[in-house]
């Protein structure tokens, strides 16, 4: 069965359950930090997107509208569908790693990507210092390095047919 904590006899904010004895001691030795920090309790309830969501909602204010929608529709596109339903507090750097990789593979640029990365990086770097997590997940993940083109040069007859093309412009 579920077993239920609680602190010093005092009943906790919220109700807090757990599956197992080890998973009630971590969730209370989080509960007991956060309450003598001072910080709120963490909800272990709260999802990647809906805390990804209240975190754009409240960055609109502090960037610009243009840079405002392309976290939106990176998140939206990238981030909600593949790790929006997991669990806030359960999220791990591998978790952000095979994101990064499934992006990757499935014909997302590794400059994209690494946009992608920094967006998480300034999301969750706030629910860190919000103490809604332990630690930034996404700080300890390696992005894809970016791709470098090689700049081609046009050969002799190559540039004598563009001239003949764009002579009279």
């Not at 409240?58 to 976290?71: D, L, M």
């Not at 791990?92 to 014909?107: A, F, H, T």
């Not at 998480?120 to 470098?148: C, D, E, S, T």
Request: net charge positive; glycine share 6%; charged share 25%.
């Amino acid at each position: 069965g579920r077993l239920a904590f609680a602190h010093r006899g005092r009943r906790l904010p919220r109700p807090a359950y757990a599956d197992t004895r080890h998973e009630a001691a971590r969730q209370l030795r989080a509960v007991i930090k956060a309450h003598d920090a001072g910080l709120p309790i963490p909800d272990g309830r709260q999802t990647v997107a809906a805390y990804l969501v209240e975190w754009l909602a409240g960055s609109k204010s502090i960037i610009r509208a243009q840079t405002w929608c392309a976290y939106e529709r990176h998140l939206r596109l990238h981030v909600f569908p593949f790790i929006g339903r997991r669990r806030l507090a359960d999220l791990q750097p591998s978790d952000i790693q095979r994101l990064y990789v499934d992006r990757v593979d499935s014909g997302l640029s590794p400059t994209t990507v690494r946009h992608l990365h920094e967006i998480l990086n300034k999301a969750f770097g706030q629910a860190a210092r919000w103490g809604l997590i332990v630690r930034n997940p996404a700080a300890l993940v390696q992005p894809p390095r970016r791709a470098h083109h090689e700049m081609r040069t046009l050969d002799p007859g190559q540039v004598r047919a563009l001239l003949d093309v764009v002579g009279d412009d």
